[in-house]
């Protein structure tokens, strides 16, 4: 079983930064995806940005020149570096591995960014 734990959510101003970061724990291959997710109420859940365990990276549109997804293989942890925050980044934040086949989400965390 696969367990992701993510940390650095909060409250901030519009132009502000947060970093997120999640770390992964339990039998986790080593080539795997890790990535950032986020939903806010009423809407599906929608891609922020992705990693690879390569270093291959992907960010959606509204993203790209803000945020900076990063990861270190050997603590099983990514990060997502958040610069220039709007308004309409606020969402819970999701963390997920995808390994082969299968995979599992972090339980969120809240970014809230006051206009």
């Known amino acids: 079983q696969v367990q992701l734990v993510e940390s650095g959510g909060g409250l901030v101003q519009a132009g502000g930064s947060l970093r997120l970061s999640c770390a992964a724990s339990g039998i986790i291959f080593s080539t795997n995806i890790m990535g950032w997710y986020r939903q806010t109420p009423g809407a599906q859940r929608e891609l922020v940005a992705t990693i690879t365990s390569g270093g291959s990276t992907n960010y959606a549109d509204f993203v790209k020149g803000r945020f900076t997804i990063s990861r270190d293989n050997a603590k099983n942890t990514v990060h997502l570096q958040m610069n220039s925050l709007k308004p309409e980044d606020t969402a819970v934040y999701y963390c997920?591995?995808?390994?082969?086949?299968?995979?599992?989400w972090g339980q969120g965390t809240q970014v809230t960014v006051s206009s």
């Open positions: 997920r591995i995808i390994v082969g086949s299968r995979w599992w």
